[in-house]
């Protein structure tokens, strides 16, 4: 069974609840919340040197009652007093994150809402593919490798409770098969909205081709 990107959203916001990194989810609108609330797990992630979280990218969205919050605004707002806008786009996520030195240096988030709103927040993990029609696996196989370097890496001590990314979704494609450097191919398997590829059930396929390219990219996760 495949889960969602917000279940694995989820287990890593956990993860940093249990590394004693606070979650965004108590921050009530109206008063000014720590960075590092609205933003769990940010810190970890961008502690990991560059070249080795090139393949995966984390993004937030604010909720409101447990959806996404659009028409808010956001204001970051450092100890200096330095204030940058933070934009949310009409799906509610922050165009704009914090750097890690805003972030260590303990900046606040405010948010142009009543004071009896409550706000969270949610993050959101995603591959960084372009949509193709056709892939060089071994691409393919590097994404899925290195995101979970990535997360294991970021959650430290904790990694044994990361989430472990199986491998990607083609979303809205019916059909797809990976080829063989002999020629033959096999059909990729239906799941989670698309066709998926999973590097240890395609061991040695040189491509993957689609019928058609595909609306998104995501993680494919199996319930173990």
Do not use: H
């Amino acid at each position: 069974m495949s889960l969602s990107k917000r279940a694995v959203a989820s287990a890593l916001v956990f993860l940093a609840l249990a590394a004693a990194i606070p979650s965004a989810a108590s921050a009530q609108a109206g008063k000014v919340a720590p960075a590092g609330k609205v933003f769990s797990f940010l810190e970890a992630f961008l502690k990991v040197p560059a070249a080795e979280r090139s393949r995966i990218r984390v993004s937030y969205a604010l909720l409101r009652d447990g959806k996404r919050a659009t028409g808010v605004k956001a204001t970051l707002i450092e100890s200096n007093g330095a204030r940058t806008p933070l934009p949310i786009d009409g799906e509610g996520r922050f165009e704009r994150t914090p750097t890690l030195a805003q972030l260590q240096a303990k900046a606040q988030v405010g948010f142009d809402v009543p004071a009896d709103t409550k706000l969270g927040s949610s993050m959101l993990l995603d591959p960084v593919l372009k949509p193709a029609a056709e892939y060089d696996a071994r691409e393919l196989v590097a994404t899925v490798e290195e995101s979970n370097r990535t997360i294991r890496k970021a959650a430290g001590p904790m990694a044994l409770m990361a989430p472990q990314m199986d491998g990607l979704t083609f979303k809205a494609v019916d059909s797809g098969v990976a080829i063989f450097p002999n020629g033959s191919s096999k059909p990729l398997p239906a799941g989670a909205g698309g066709v998926v590829f999973q590097p240890d059930q395609f061991k040695g396929a040189s491509r993957v081709r689609l019928a058609k390219t595909p609306a998104a990219v995501d993680y494919f996760v199996t319930k173990k």
